[in-house]
Each structure stands twice: as structure tokens, then as C-alpha cells.
């Protein structure tokens, strides 16, 4: 990725020293090197290890919802900032199935925990080991 972003830097720049217009460079530069770095799916594993949690229940939710934003975002289907998880999730949903539902019961958690006060219910791990288990399966 950093490659990627000082390549268009020096392509930029080349351009515009044949063209005349360093402001323009320098605003393209600045705004490619200001780009925020997402981590991929890949870089994300599953919170479960032997079937046991690696971590706090509430912890892993807001981690899941994480790889979730990761998992769409490869797809070509990313979060934008003013969709909220459950608009996200039945976006997910809509255009891959086999997921909808864990989508939708992860949206459900996320919202129990960010914004009802963090009671999650006593299923809450079946659920995002379920969600984790399919978003891990080969594409097929």
C-alpha cells in the first residue's frame, strides 16, 4: 500500500512538473498520503481458539464488527460512516446470504453493546462463532 501511494505521489508529481501546477501536486500528495490504512480480513482471526473465547465477550463483538467492515469492504460493499450496523448488515445480507442472518444478530450486539448499556445475551458467543465460521468458509 505504501508503494502504491508514493507511485501515484511520483506520477502526480510528474504530471504536473510537465503542466506547471505544483498546488495541485502537492494537494494530491497530501491527501494520498492522509489516507486512512483499513486492515484486510486476513489480518483478522477468528477471537476463537478450540472452540474457547480469546478474549472478553465484549471485546470480540466489537472485533467481529471490525473483520464484518473488512469482510464488505473486499467485496466491494463498505461501511459508509452514516449507515448504521443493522442498515450494513441487511446490506451484507442482501447480497450474500449464506451470512444475513449472523450479519444481522452481530448488528444486534453491536447495538446492545455500543448503545443500550452492554447487556449482552447469554447466546452472544454462539452467534459470532457462528458469524466467524462463515465468513471463513472458502468462497464457492
Not at 38 to 63: D, H, I, N, W
Not at 108 to 135: C, H, M, R, T
Request: hydrophobic share 40%.
Amino acid at each position: 500500500l505504501a508503494a502504491l501511494r508514493k507511485f501515484w505521489r511520483d506520477l502526480v508529481e510528474f504530471f504536473s512538473s510537465l503542466f506547471g501546477d505544483k498546488n495541485r501536486t502537492e494537494a494530491v500528495s497530501a491527501t494520498v498520503s492522509e489516507a486512512p490504512r483499513y486492515k484486510s480480513f486476513r489480518e483478522f482471526t477468528s477471537p476463537f481458539v478450540g472452540g474457547k473465547m480469546r478474549f472478553p465477550l465484549e471485546q470480540a463483538v466489537l472485533y467481529t464488527f471490525e473483520a464484518l467492515n473488512a469482510w464488505g469492504r473486499e467485496r466491494g460493499l463498505p461501511r459508509e460512516q452514516d449507515v448504521t450496523p443493522h442498515e450494513f448488515a441487511a446490506k451484507l445480507g442482501s447480497e450474500f446470504p449464506q451470512i444475513g442472518g449472523e450479519a444481522n444478530s452481530l448488528a444486534d450486539l453491536y447495538g446492545q453493546l455500543v448503545f443500550a448499556g452492554g447487556n449482552l445475551p447469554s447466546d452472544a458467543s454462539s452467534k459470532l462463532q457462528s458469524l466467524w465460521q462463515k465468513l471463513q468458509a472458502p468462497a464457492g
